[in-house]
């Protein structure tokens, strides 16, 4: 008689993944919360903006803090907004649009039970914000913080997690409206919800990318416009403007509108197949002998009558 043991599948390594190319910035001294910090760490945009109740601590009892540093090292570019203002969707366009997601989280304690005692009276204090001020941040602040990202950027995904988004995840009772409410993933609107620590999960959506097309309530935004004789239509991979040279400087859209400036300009009828070989040409000539980083897709369309 033989007996079969199970072999525990091994965990998956948070280091899986190939790194970004902005791991080549290095660590930031601290994840920038303003366009100036960010202009100080060389970078023109945010991979990631997390959205957080807390003041932003850099330490690991913070969870923010922790995911942040997660993603940075593994070569994302992070950026927090701590603590916005939530009348208004102005303080949730401080950094700019994010290229991945919003990361949406109440912060280190679900927010009704920050701000409220047993007896549902408010709070004096917040022992999450400096100099323990309350009032710092809305009721519900998961929901709050994921409609006003939707009102900034309405086309950047939103990820809600933490304590709060954990607990609420499914239907739930609750307590200060003494009823059921659904999923906050649901009534937050947000794209996911992660559950737990979810270093591992938020490290595969950021490398790997969101699913899209699967759900059949989804809203997509369209647009139309008239093509006329002589403009050009392109689509390019962000391969093409993610590409680095020897000197850690991005390839970038600039690069590539002022390709299509100068073959525009020295030859008013160049086609479609032109336009792709002069910027083609250009990033070979600017990435030299560095070995790509990602694969570079070009489409451009010209009209001629």
Known sequence: MTAETATPARPRALTRYKPYWAKRFGPAPFLP???AEMDALGWDECDVIVVTGDAYVDHPS??????????????????????????????????????????????????MINRYTADRKIRSDDAYTPGGEGGKRPDRSSLVYAQRCREAWSDVPIVIGGIEASLRRIAHYDYWQDKVRRSILVD???????????????LEIASTGMALGIDPEQTYEVASFQLR???????????????????????GKERVRGCVRSVLESEPDASAARIVDQIMWTLRSFRGLRVPNDDVTVVAVRVTG
């Open 33 to 35: 919360m303003s366009r």
């Open 62 to 111: 913070f969870g923010m803090a922790v995911i942040g540093r997660v993603l940075e090292a593994q070569g994302f570019r992070v950026g927090i907004i701590a603590q916005p203002d939530w009348q208004s969707a102005e303080p949730f366009k401080a950094l700019g649009k994010p290229r991945l997601f919003f990361g949406v989280t109440a912060g280190n304690m679900d927010s």
């Open 229 to 251: 004789a002589g403009d050009v239509l392109l689509s390019f991979t962000d391969g093409l403007t993610d590409a680095v040279n020897f000197d850690e400087q991005r390839f």
């Open 188 to 202: 937050s609107k947000a794209d996911l919800l992660l559950y737990g620590n979810a270093e591992l999960q938020v």
